[in-house]
């Protein structure tokens, strides 16, 4: 088939198929994949439940939020510090991609993968794109740092076609990670996070997700980054930048400084953030979901808020 009538092919049927029932083949890769997964990734250990001895709610802070959800846990003591509707399920938006990347960790087998995604379907399901080419190669780096970065569903169509062969097989992977990792109010319909009512998870079940991709030490690097450089189709030199750090001035507040994050938006879902933190002792996650696009950043006004409060309160207890 010539180039051309391929694009038009993907044209005719993108309008018709929505991008998370995809389920035709994946196309050819570039290389021949190796059995093992062309990253090595030590195994992680599945998280325990989280202590809620000393947990503080909504009703014990001097806290104002934006977001409706939030959860709050020390990474190394498994407290969770603070919960506010931290079990009530939420549409997760694009923070699904922590799982999309955690899997595509685990599972991918070659370092070359050929861009594949239905362009127009992403078009009218108004997702983010990195600006990948169809047809164009890429390496596996790329297309994770462009999952998470940038937010882009074209890299994320990618690998899922690589990883699984298919894009609900790649779903099915994601659902088996989730119940493998104890996450029981959680079930995804697609990899990029658009909204459907039976995609949907909970602040805590993030929250375990998060701690066990963290012991990947790649997942960190990619989690943790503000930018990324890579050649665009035309041979020049472009970055993919952090979708949360872009909205901050300075990771840096009272107290610590915010390593990480993923963000995620949909009307139904609002503005969600699942980020990491650091008092220089101790690192936290922050799970946030539901808060209004009006402003466009209390998501991330909420994780200063949130972090500097509990940061100077354990060292107003410690003094």
Aim: net charge negative; proline share 4%.
């Amino acid at each position: 088939m010539t180039p051309l009538l391929f694009i038009l092919n993907l044209f005719l049927w993108g309008s018709v198929i929505h991008l998370w029932r995809q389920d035709v083949d994946a196309p050819p890769q570039s290389m021949d994949s190796p059995a093992a997964p062309v990253i090595d990734i030590p195994e992680a250990t599945v998280p325990a439940s989280f202590n809620s001895f000393t947990t503080l709610t909504f009703n014990d802070v001097n806290l104002q939020l934006n977001s409706t959800h939030a959860l709050l846990i020390n990474l190394d003591t498994h407290e969770i510090l603070f919960d506010h509707r931290g079990s009530e399920r939420v549409y997760p938006a694009s923070v699904t991609k922590i799982m999309t990347v955690l899997v595509g960790l685990e599972h991918a087998s070659a370092d070359e993968l050929v861009v594949y995604a239905d362009f127009d379907a992403l078009l009218l399901e108004n997702a983010a794109v990195v600006g990948f080419t169809l047809g164009e190669v890429r390496t596996l780096s790329e297309v994770l740092h462009g999952t998470m970065l940038s937010s882009g569903a074209d890299a994320t169509t990618t690998l899922a076609y690589h990883v699984a062969g298919s894009y609900p097989a790649f779903v099915d992977l994601m659902n088996d990670t989730a119940s493998r990792l104890g996450m029981d109010d959680t079930h995804f319909m697609n990899a990029s996070g658009l909204h459907h009512y039976n995609h949907y998870t909970t602040a805590y079940d993030i929250a375990i997700l998060l701690e066990y991709a963290l012991n990947h030490m790649y997942f960190r690097e990619i989690f943790t980054r503000e930018t990324y450089p890579f050649m665009n189709s035309e041979g020049h030199e472009q970055f993919m930048y952090s979708t949360m750090f872009l909205n901050m001035a300075t990771p840096s507040f009272n107290g610590g400084e915010i390593l990480g994050g993923k963000t995620g938006y949909t009307t139904p879902a609002g503005l969600c953030l699942a980020s990491i933190a650091t008092n220089g002792t101790n690192e936290f996650a922050l799970i946030t979901f539901g808060a209004p696009s009006s402003g466009y950043v209390g998501h991330i006004s909420d994780a200063f808020a949130v972090y500097e409060y509990f940061f100077n309160l354990e060292s107003d207890i410690e003094e």
